[in-house]
């Protein structure tokens, strides 16, 4: 095979390994915390129908202000879960929290999806209707990943 | 003797380098004929190659879909499904890269299944939904592909991958529609630059299309009153954009010949125009639709605009014809067809009532596909000649 389709080769498995990795290294080494949510059900034109998860506690307070780009949600024991209990711009010095992006309203943990069949999607937004608990595993840094929903 | 059949592309690119090599003296007059009378065109191979392309592109879209129908993990678990995938893009890349015949539209489907494998991959990981940098990585990976192979197939992917995920972007960052045309605007002279860069190679293709489609877009929303409405356009992504602009223009200058140096002046030009009329656009809460409430200034901004698009339409159909491309003819004569129908209950709704604006309409659709058939018929003879 020529020089530069191995080239492109590498790029491409570059790239796939730029869009894996972060996530896969948290998944395989983070520590796992259960999150109490709430569902929601709609669809990815790429990746087909998914569960929204609201994590509670993670909302914006009402007189609170957060800048837009990196803030940190800080969890505290619920019973035999964890939730959110505020958020800060600066990384506190304990943890556990989680690394989120701001937009001024809303925080984005990386851990709103979770991908099911169209099917078992609304089964889940049927069993989840009360609540349930996520599966998250959250790496040194605060980045978090989705594991499981129960 | 028996002249050999090959693509009517390959003919015009054979028959472009003879003449160069005809013009420096490096062949004679009998002998270019001699080497042009070789080979004749294979209008059955186009069509196979064609047949080929479709079903690869349908293939492609295939495991696309079927990704996204998400099938449960009960039966197949992520890390099955992202093996799977992945199998097929590197088996299909591989064969893209070493068959001769027909590896077009095996690269075509390997650029399409890299797509799937980042979307499983994100799929698998549960990446947070309608997340852009996928698509950017789709494209980064399909136009990879396109310059290890030296093929125009997965350069069609990445363009349109990367600019989806540029437009995807605009939407989300912008603030306004003031913006995203702006960064329409802007990207056409980038994607005319990459396309000049090329010179006569076929990869220019790709990049030539995604900047007149660009151009076209921004001038084609610009034109429609209220649509550039803002409080403040100037931010730091537009200054990015525009170095970015003048920096990718000024490099391919540099090196470009004649036709290219136009191309670069029509696609700056455009940006240019666009700029200023983001720039001067009178605030105004005219719908689109119902512009009876329109003052003077928001009225000649739009008529204007209207000229500028009308401009831009034939100049991406003089290019179709410059470059022999009849796609782009095709563009523009859509384009304005779409354009002329949808300002007709807009813009020159108010301004001409009843039998008047359809003799309008009539006669600007008239004079549009009399001027796209001249382009057509120059464009055969050229070809044919």
């Known amino acids: 095979m020529k020089r530069s389709v191995l080239l492109a080769l590498v790029a491409q498995l570059a790239i796939v390994g730029m869009v894996a990795a972060p996530r896969l290294l948290v998944r395989v080494t983070g520590d796992e915390y259960r999150l109490r949510v709430r569902p929601v059900d709609p669809i990815d034109p790429f990746r087909g129908a998914y569960v929204d998860l609201a994590y509670v506690g993670f909302e914006r307070p009402d007189d609170a202000e957060v800048e837009k780009g990196r803030v940190y949600v800080l969890l505290r024991r619920d019973g035999d879960a964890w939730v959110g209990s505020g958020v800060v711009a600066e990384r506190p010095e304990s943890g556990p929290y989680v690394a989120c992006e701001s937009d001024g309203w809303t925080a984005k943990c990386g851990i709103e999806s979770w991908f099911l069949s169209q099917e078992r999607a609304q089964q889940v937004e049927d069993e989840l209707g009360d609540g349930g608990i996520a599966r998250v595993r959250i790496g040194g840094s605060g980045r978090a990943v989705l594991v499981a929903v129960e | 003797m028996t002249r050999t059949p090959i693509s ?38 186009t069509l196979t190659a064609f047949v080929l392309a479709l079903g690869a592109a349908f293939l492609g879209v295939g495991v696309l879909a079927l990704i996204a129908t998400n099938v449960d993990y009960d039966e197949l678990s992520p890390a099955t499904r992202f093996g799977v995938v992945a199998v097929m893009w590197l088996g299909f890349t591989i064969a893209g890269a070493t068959v001769s015949r027909f590896g077009a539209p095996l690269r075509l489907l390997a650029a ?84 000049v860069a090329h010179r006569g190679d076929r990869l220019g293709g790709p990049w030539r299309n995604g900047a007149c489609v660009t151009g076209l877009a921004a001038v084609f929303v610009a034109a429609f009153p209220g649509a550039l409405n803002h409080d403040d356009w100037l931010t730091r992504p537009v200054y990015v954009a525009i170095a970015a602009a003048l920096v990718a223009t000024v490099a391919a200058a540099a090196r470009s010949d004649r036709r290219g140096f136009g191309e670069l002046a029509g696609a700056g030009g455009l940006a240019v125009v666009v700029l200023l009329l983001v720039a001067v656009a009178p605030d105004t809460d005219a719908d689109p639709f119902d512009t009876s409430g329109l003052s003077g200034a928001a009225l000649a901004h739009a008529l204007f605009a209207s000229a500028v698009f009308l401009a831009a339409a034939v100049g991406v159909a003089s290019l179709g014809v410059a470059r022999q491309v009849p796609g782009l003819v095709n563009l523009a004569a859509a384009a304005l067809v779409l354009f002329v129908t949808l300002q007709s209950f807009g813009l020159f709704a108010p301004l001409l009532s009843g039998a008047g604006l359809f003799l309008l309409v009539g006669t600007l659709l008239v004079g549009s596909g009399l001027l796209v058939d001249r382009g057509r018929r120059r464009l055969r003879e050229e070809i044919q000649s």
Do not use: C, H, K
């Not at chain 2, 390959?10 to 090599?21: I, S």
């Open chain 2, 8 to 45: 009517p592309r390959r003919l015009e690119w054979l028959t472009e380098q003879v003449e160069a090599w005809r013009t420096e003296g490096m062949v004679g007059d009998d002998q270019a004929r001699a080497i042009r009378d070789r080979y004749e065109p294979n209008t059955r191979a």
């Open chain 2, 112 to 195: 399409l299944l890299f797509g799937g494998v980042i979307f499983q991959a994100a799929q698998s990981l549960n990446v947070p939904a309608y997340e852009p940098t996928l698509l950017a990585a789709w494209a980064g990976g399909a136009i990879a592909l396109a310059y290890g192979t030296r093929s125009a197939a997965p350069l069609v992917i990445g363009v349109v991958t990367g600019v989806g995920w540029y437009v995807w972007t605009l939407v989300a960052d912008a603030e306004s529609a003031a913006g995203v045309v702006l960064g329409l605007a802007l990207a056409t002279p980038v994607l005319a630059a990459a396309a």
